[in-house]
């Protein structure tokens, strides 16, 4: 029998997806995008899991798409609609991370390239091993970055870092990235794991609804004046204030006890 194109761990609330083409350093295959925004969209709606954390299995994070893939390769000799194959496969696997309903994080363990960067970069907490290394690849084989990755960089890098990283497709390391705020911490290789389950585990006992809100507030203000965000703040607030781990959360600290938040 074939292995799994995703493993699939659980520590207590956390689920751990791991890539696992470790030969291909996890490029993604048509059945890899459905496998992963199936995992990505079942566990979320799993009201078990409070968070999710993605990683690779062996020496790289993901290569991005597999171009040995029937369904994209030249080799074929077929014409191949691209823009169809990431209508169908990945925009659906980066709108899965973008509107998961509980909060990701992404472990990235070695080299991301190509849509394996923007896979990195659709998570909301973004740790990457040391020994990892960025690119995005696409210039080198005549397109343009996709996977979100034309909205994500320059908002995260400014339009400078971002169009130069893009235009001459050279690496970045993890500790640059570190440095110009394209991932939130990089790690030494034996402490990413039990750093990314620590967070993952961490945004696991804090109240989901507010932090999944917290991630569609900054997204929606991207694209806002100042009054139009406080308006979404102030609308999202009304909702939350209602909620059971508000309540929860401003008992738990009159009564110096941990809180036990619940809601989703
Ligand atoms: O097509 C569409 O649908 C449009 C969407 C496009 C989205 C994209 O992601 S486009 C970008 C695609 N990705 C790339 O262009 C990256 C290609 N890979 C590389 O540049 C290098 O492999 C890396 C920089 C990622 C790593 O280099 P290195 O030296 O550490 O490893 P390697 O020896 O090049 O690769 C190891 C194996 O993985 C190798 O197989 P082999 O020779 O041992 O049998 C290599 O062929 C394979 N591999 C790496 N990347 C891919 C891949 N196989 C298929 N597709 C890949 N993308």
Redo the contacts with the bound molecule.
């Keep these: 029998m074939a292995d799994p194109l995703i493993l699939v761990e659980r520590h207590e609330a956390v689920a751990v997806l791991r890539l696992n083409r470790p030969?291909?350093?996890n490029?993604?295959t048509a059945d890899l995008v459905v496998q992963l925004r199936e995992a990505v969209e079942g566990l979320g709606a799993d009201p078990s899991v409070r968070a999710l954390l993605i990683t690779g299995e062996g020496?790289?994070f993901c290569?991005?798409?597999?171009?040995?893939?029937a369904?994209?390769s030249p080799e074929t000799g077929k014409a191949?609609d691209?823009g169809h194959?990431?209508d169908h496969?990945?925009i659906p696997l980066c709108l899965a991370l973008r509107n998961c309903p509980v909060p990701t994080v992404c472990a990235v363990n070695g080299?991301a390239?190509?849509?394996?960067v923007?896979l990195a970069l659709g998570c909301d907490v973004v740790l990457a091993s040391d020994a990892a290394?960025f690119?995005?690849?696409?210039n080198?084989?005549g397109?343009v970055p996709?996977?979100g990755a034309t909205w994500l960089l320059p908002r995260l890098l400014g339009r400078a870092k971002a169009l130069e990283l893009a235009l001459l497709g050279d690496?970045l390391s993890a500790t640059d990235a570190e440095l110009c705020g394209l991932i939130s911490r990089c790690l030494p290789p034996e402490q990413l794991m039990q750093a990314a389950l620590q967070a993952a585990g961490r945004l696991a006992s804090l109240p989901t609804r507010a932090l999944v809100s917290t991630r569609k507030l900054f997204d929606d203000a991207m694209q806002m004046g100042f009054e139009p965000a406080l308006r979404a703040e102030s609308r999202q607030q009304s909702l939350l204030g209602f909620s059971h781990d508000y309540t929860e959360g401003v008992a738990a600290f009159q009564q110096k006890r941990p809180p036990q938040f619940r809601d989703r």
């Design positions: 030969a291909q350093l490029a993604l020496r790289g290569a991005g798409q597999d171009l040995s893939d369904l994209v191949k691209l194959i990431i496969y990945h080299v390239a190509g849509a394996g923007s290394v690119v995005l690849g696409f080198k084989i397109l996709d996977g690496k």
